[in-house]
């Protein structure tokens, strides 16, 4: 995330405006595999009031940001969230998020 120049706890209007495929995103991890430490770097980007949850608001700004095609209606970003959310909250926790990363990497859910 640091290459994009997004950095949690940052202000929004720190965000640099590029636009990005999903391919990219998952470039901007160090490695192959992203540590720990990474997903929960990516997932304090997206966690915008700092509740430990992700809501479709601050999935689509996220999203919207980077300039993916997903971002730009806030209901593709509800149906994203109930595909990942297990305890069926409408939210994504940081234990949802790495089932979400896990399935980005390695194709499974």
């Known amino acids: ?3 994009l120049g997004i950095f ?3 202000p929004e209007s720190e965000i640099r405006q590029e636009r990005l495929g999903s391919v990219d ?3 901007l991890f160090e490695e192959k595999e992203p ?5 929960k770097e990516a997932f304090d980007v ?3 009031n700092r509740d ?3 809501d479709a608001r601050e999935i689509h700004r996220v999203l919207y940001n980077l300039g993916l095609k997903d ?3 806030i209901e593709k970003c509800k149906r994203m969230i109930d595909a990942f959310d297990d305890n069926g909250d409408g939210r994504i926790d940081f234990k949802e998020f790495v089932k979400l990363m896990e399935n980005m990497f390695f194709g499974k859910t």
């Open 25 to 27: 995103i998952l470039s």
């Open 46 to 48: 997206f966690d915008e």
């Open 35 to 39: 540590g720990l430490d990474e997903v």
């Open 8 to 10: 949690p706890h940052h």
């Open 71 to 73: 971002g730009l209606e």
């Open 52 to 54: 430990g949850f992700l």
């Open 1 to 3: 995330m640091t290459r």
